[in-house]
T-cell receptor
């Protein structure tokens, strides 16, 4: 079980470029999440998905897009990179959290710098 | 406006000391409170607390929740240099639009540094 994997680990983008951050989980979790973590701050939810074909916005969705065509994959797209998107991005997954709480499992993160 | 507030933001101690980390919250439709440890990479799960007054323990770490006063503490006894990390508190509350999806609200974390 690899858990949650993310690629790339690091990336430097120029302003206006676009890229896709990849996230895959092999735990058959329905719920997946994208967070960003700025220095000295907690994690902020960007987008989440409750299953294939279903996505919704979190706290800070502007400038990002997601898709969920399979249970395993949840890529995050940046269309026009801006310096404000410099951050560490974490993908996470969990069992369905309707009646009960379940812990979220996190990937290793992608450190993105936009200059 | 912060829904989850952790204190202190930073703490420096020597090996063997005991530390208490605090987390207060204000989240709609509280379901659980979780503690994570983050060592320069992905957060790793420590505890999930759902009921008041029941202490969770794992080795030298323990945590307790007070749902009336809306806070939790994380205790670490006999600290070691390997305990140096950021400790994140997160609260699982129902989504703002009343969805059934629980979502985590994170605090800023407490940076713990343990000197030998």
């Amino acid at each position: 079980n690899a858990g949650v994997t993310q690629t790339p680990k690091f990336r430097i983008l120029k302003i206006g470029q676009s890229m896709t951050l990849q996230c895959t989980q092999d735990m058959n979790h329905n719920y997946m999440y994208w967070y960003r973590q700025d220095p000295g701050m907690g994690l902020k939810l960007i987008y989440y998905s409750v299953g294939a074909g279903i996505t919704d916005k979190g706290e800070v969705p502007n400038g990002y897009n997601v898709s969920r065509s399979t249970t395993e994959d949840f890529p995050l797209r940046l269309e026009l990179a801006a310096p404000s998107q410099t951050s560490v991005y974490f993908c996470a997954s969990s069992y369905p959290g309707t009646a009960h709480s379940y812990e979220q499992y996190f990937g290793p993160g992608t450190r993105l710098t936009v200059t | 406006e912060d829904k989850v507030v952790q204190s202190p933001l930073s703490l420096v101690v020597h090996e063997g000391d005991t530390v208490t980390l605090n987390c207060s919250y204000e989240v709609t439709n509280f379901r659980s409170l979780l503690w994570y440890k983050q060592e320069k990479k992905a957060p790793t799960f420590l505890f999930m607390l759902t009921s008041s007054g029941i202490e969770k323990k794992s080795g030298r770490l323990s945590s307790i929740l007070d749902k009336k006063e809306l806070f939790s503490i994380l205790n670490i006894t006999a600290t070691q240099t390997g305990d140096s990390a950021v400790y994140l508190c997160a609260v699982d509350g129902r989504g703002d639009r009343g969805s059934t999806l629980g979502r985590l609200y994170f605090g800023r974390g407490t940076q713990l540094t343990v000197w030998p």
